[in-house]
């Protein structure tokens, strides 16, 4: 009887190993990419160094499953997990407390999804293509798109193949790109029952925009007294170096805003007599500069 248990057991694991797939994570520019995917109990996580100085360290696990505290740097390039029990996964960088990802791990997957990307075009438009290597009654993939990576909505629905033994492409051009340095996207596979699974979340660079400190300055003209709402081009909290000039070139205030990815953030300019003012907004190696009028 023992014997026939270990042989099962060798059996199972070979199995594993046969169908396991190493999902590869990169570290860079204070992201992990990608920031969420669904994977197979037997697969493996590859962390990958691109640039910086970085930790992988797990915040989050399932019961039974191994904890893990790498450092990802130059001298460090690679460090590589294997999924032992099913659930969800949470890790982050000590360095950088905000670099924070996920994955989920499963039994089973109705869709083996391959080689999500997002590409830039030469128009600088955003192209999200796939793979899959098998489909079981799936109905259609439901392309969502987020400026946070929180808060999704569905921007598209590609028919899909429906079942499927064999490789399969898709693609999607995104169009409608904002003025955000970065937009994030994933997919949800629809079956044909209704049940629903979410692929990895990948961010898309807006190369265009990579210089554009100030998304969006108002009101201007602007009443005193008076707040105006500025939102930057960040993708972490930051905190923005400001300095406010009056007509005849004098500083007349300097502050520090701290401020946050996708909302707006109140500068106020009570106190400032009427007329025409250069604002100055700064962060590390980038400077942007406004003209307001205070009414």
Known sequence: MKTKILLLLFIF????????????????????????????????????WDNGTHTT???????????????INSSNTTFTYVITVAGDYTYFCKKHGDQIASFTATGTLAVQ?????????????????WNTITEQNTSYFSLQKSEDAKSFV????IKAEGNSSSLKYYSYTDNNINTNQFVY???????????KNSS???????????????????P??????????????????????????????????QTYLNATPGSKNQLNLENLLP????????????????????Q
């Open 220 to 253: 201007n003209p602007v009443s005193n007294p008076c707040n105006i709402n500025v939102q930057f081009n960040i993708d972490q909290p930051q905190k923005i170096f400001v300095q406010i000039f009056n007509a005849s070139g004098i500083l007349v205030k």
């Open 185 to 195: 996207y994933k997919l949800v596979i629809v079956d044909k029952d209704g049940s």
């Open 275 to 294: 007329g025409v003012y250069t604002i100055i907004f700064q962060l590390h190696n980038t400077t942007d500069i406004k003209t307001i009028i205070i």
């Open 57 to 71: 360290t797990s915040s989050a696990i399932p019961d039974g499953a191994a904890s893990w505290d790498e450092e």
């Open 13 to 48: 694991f070979n199995a594993l190993i046969a169908r396991a797939t190493i999902h590869e994570v990169h570290v860079a520019d204070f992201h992990f990419d990608p920031v969420q995917f669904d994977a197979l109990v037997g697969d493996s996580v590859k962390f990958i």
């Open 113 to 129: 999804l391959i080689n999500l990307q997002v590409t830039n075009t030469m128009n600088s438009k955003a192209l999200i293509s």
């Open 200 to 218: 990895a979340i990948v961010f898309f660079k807006n190369n265009s925009n990579a210089t554009k400190l100030i998304l969006s300055l108002s």
């Open 154 to 157: 569905e921007i598209a629905k």
